[in-house]
């Protein structure tokens, strides 16, 4: 095995030049799996359904991949910030031109197949890995040398022969600049403008802050990627060998087995040079493939936008919408990839070509960045509607109009006081049972108070029939709830605000003061449990009091709300509720709204002047913004680390 060739730095410039190289690496990456991802067969495209089942494994684990890559653009930003650099979103438009990266590393838009799979393990080979690329890709590769020498004042491009070589020598850099120049002169960027896994829940995010941190980040890259010593099998190489194994027994079992649509290599927007890409030119496919590209642009824009902004608020918007964009997306790149692409090239479908702006550069100041992406959301939810139809086409525009809603909330909602709506007294103390069935919600009017109760969201604590049995009666049939049973107003409020699911309200009717808000906004994280929110919480808007529990097993019937599920079977959900201490920084404020928002298959985010708490009581966090694990599934309890891609975890 032959020793790694140096990649030599020997100036910040230059270190900012390399690392640029390999944000383009990252992005270029992703890129390349998702467009294999969405090339994938359903068993509507013929598969038997045993074959169907493995290739929709095979696509979460290849979008899961994509994240991860995304994560890995993501901590490069970070070192770039940390070092004093702007992070780098561009690249060159696909197929990539020979010498632009090394000679081994062609990079190039295929769908998936043998050829493509073993590109994919070539590109994450860990050093000394004897494997040959793909079939298609070693035909197009050509031999040259980057390396200009040292003594250069002007950073030049370096040979690398796997990503892993390049992040070696990333770190090598990093540790002899800051030997040199001394760590403090050397991490002099502005910690603000990175984004933290508070932000987002890209697997391995996290915060550099000094040479320990930028080089965790590097070896985080390198152990998803290739693996540490080869042995991680969850990473992407890893990963990969067994999507192979697994194709060649399913060629095997069927020799005509095909996984992907006849998707084109490297398809464009516009007829130019052949580099052995195909002009999308058939109506349909181009004005999908139009939509498609518009898309990925803005979210590519917003990324860079949230990078920029040390605003918290418009940071975590222009975020949002960078990730959030991908459930608009994916449902169009796929359909594109159903139909026919060429006017004159036969039996061949289109796919989206990733092209890119000329410039990302963020606007100087977020406030009209908020109006410039608001704006550009909305034409692209008018646009989905020109270019798509049925059900797809009001889904891709009513998601594209919901993301633009919310910058243009951020820009002009004034901060308000949230106001909890008031039951409703005499709906149906006892009208709401009908062939003795309780109502959703029912109502208890008293003389002093009017309880309200929601079956749905109770986790059956008992404070209610331990702490003032007479007013709320176990084990009877019908009505059972008596408020003048209490003993007196003041003990029945104290034990409705004890309820930790919320599904026991109050008014009090005899003038005393109704429930507020807390002092401070509290998530308790519960041992083997669900997570206790305390807090003026809005719950996709609208407000559902101060009190809830919400699901972190991924197995309630109730999501997001906890209904005692992990509980249950014989695999009880098992979770720590002593999570390790974080960021305890204190807070300026402790109290306002909390922020409450389920991802479609994926976290609860939370915004929001945040304190986090062990089962006992221990504070382990301080926050603005968090995402929580709902799958049950995260290695990094209670937070999110990805996993729900991985597992499959299916949620409104």
């Given at each position: 095995m032959s020793a790694e060739t140096p990649i030599r730095v020997s100036t910040r410039e230059e270190l900012i030049f390399l690392l640029a190289e390999a944000a383009e690496i990252e992005h270029n990456l992703m890129c390349c799996y998702l467009f294999a991802a969405f090339s994938?067969?359903?068993?509507?495209?013929?598969?038997?359904?045993?074959?169907?089942?493995?290739?929709?494994?095979?696509?979460?684990?290849?979008?899961?991949?994509?994240?991860?890559?995304?994560?890995?653009?993501a901590l490069v930003a970070n070192i770039t910030i940390a070092i004093g650099g702007s992070p780098h979103f561009g690249r060159p438009n696909f197929p990539i031109a020979a010498g632009y990266h090394p000679s081994g590393v062609v990079v190039e838009l295929h769908p998936f197949n043998k050829s493509t799979l073993d590109h994919f393990i070539y590109l994450e080979r860990p050093e000394g890995d004897t494997r040959p690329d793909g079939a298609a890709f070693t035909r197009k590769a050509e031999t040259y040398d980057r390396n200009m020498g040292a003594d250069k004042l002007m950073p030049n491009g370096q040979d690398y022969a796997t990503v892993g070589h390049l992040y070696r020598g990333i770190r090598q850099a990093l540790a002899d600049l800051s030997q040199r120049l001394g760590e403090n002169r050397l991490f002099i960027g502005d910690m603000s403008l990175q984004v933290g896994p508070d932000m987002t829940p890209l697997p391995g995010l996290k915060i550099v802050k000094c040479l320990k941190t930028a080089l965790a980040a590097c070896d985080t890259i390198v152990d998803q990627g290739e693996g540490a010593d080869g042995d991680n099998a969850r990473s992407h190489y890893n990963r990969f060998l067994a999507m192979c194994d697994a194709y060649h027994q399913m060629e095997a079992a069927d020799p005509a087995f095909t996984p992907s649509r006849p998707v084109a290599d490297n398809p464009v927007m516009r007829r130019g040079p052949d580099r052995g890409n195909l002009w999308v030119d058939a109506p349909e496919a181009a004005a999908v493939m139009d939509l498609a590209n518009a898309i990925y642009n803005v979210m590519l824009r917003a990324l860079s936008q949230g990078f920029a902004d040390n605003d918290p608020v418009r940071k975590r918007a222009f975020i949002d919408v960078s990730i959030d964009g991908m459930y608009a997306l994916t449902p169009v790149a796929e359909q594109l990839t159903r139909l026919k692409a060429s006017t004159t090239v036969p039996d061949v479908t289109a796919g989206m070509s990733f092209a890119t702006l000329r410039d990302v550069t963020p606007l100087p100041?977020?406030?009209?960045?908020?109006?410039?992406?608001?704006?550009?959301?909305?034409?692209?939810?008018?646009?989905?509607?020109?270019?798509?139809?049925?059900?797809?086409?009001?889904?891709?525009?009513n998601r594209l109009a919901t993301l633009a809603?919310?910058?243009?909330?951020?820009?002009?909602?004034?901060?308000?006081?949230?106001?909890?709506?008031?039951?409703?007294?005499?709906?149906?103390?006892?009208?709401?049972y009908e062939n003795g069935q309780a109502p959703s919600i029912e109502y208890a009017e008293g003389k002093d108070v009017i309880i309200e109760f929601e079956a749905k969201r109770c986790i059956h604590a008992r404070f209610c029939v331990l702490q003032q049995p007479g007013v709320f009666k176990a084990n009877v049939v019908g009505p059972w709830i008596a408020p003048d049973d209490a003993d007196c107003a003041d003990n029945l409020v104290t034990t409705a605000q004890n309820c930790p699911s919320g599904a026991i309200q109050y008014k009090r009717k005899d003038g005393r003061p109704q429930e507020l808000p807390p002092l401070v906004n509290l998530i308790q994280v519960r041992e083997n449990g669900p997570n206790g929110f305390r807090g003026a919480l809005i719950l996709d808007g609208q407000p559902i009091g101060y009190r809830a529990t919400l699901c972190r097993c991924g197995r309630s019937k109730n999501k997001p709300f906890c209904d005692q599920t992990h509980k249950e079977g014989d695999d009880p959900f098992i979770a720590t509720g002593e999570p390790e201490t974080g960021d305890v920084t204190a807070l300026a404020v402790r109290n306002g709204e909390v922020q409450i928002n389920p991802q479609k298959n994926g976290p609860l985010r939370i915004s929001g002047n945040l304190e986090v708490l062990s089962g006992t009581g221990r504070t382990i966090r301080k926050a603005q913004a968090l995402q929580l694990c709902r799958c049950g599934h995260s290695g990094n309890k209670p937070y999110c680390d990805g996993s729900h891609a991985r597992v499959g975890f299916v949620s409104e």
């Open positions: 994938l067969k359903t068993e509507a495209d013929g598969l038997s359904p045993e074959q169907a089942k493995v290739v929709a494994a095979w696509r979460r684990d290849i979008i899961s991949i994509a994240v991860e890559e995304m994560g890995h653009l100041d977020g406030k009209p960045a908020l109006a410039f992406i608001a704006e550009r959301l909305e034409e692209l939810s008018e646009g989905a509607r020109k270019a798509l139809t049925g059900e797809l086409a009001n889904g891709t525009s809603k919310k910058l243009r909330g951020i820009q002009t909602a004034p901060v308000k006081e949230t106001v909890m709506a008031e039951p409703q007294a005499g709906k149906a103390e006892t009208k709401g």
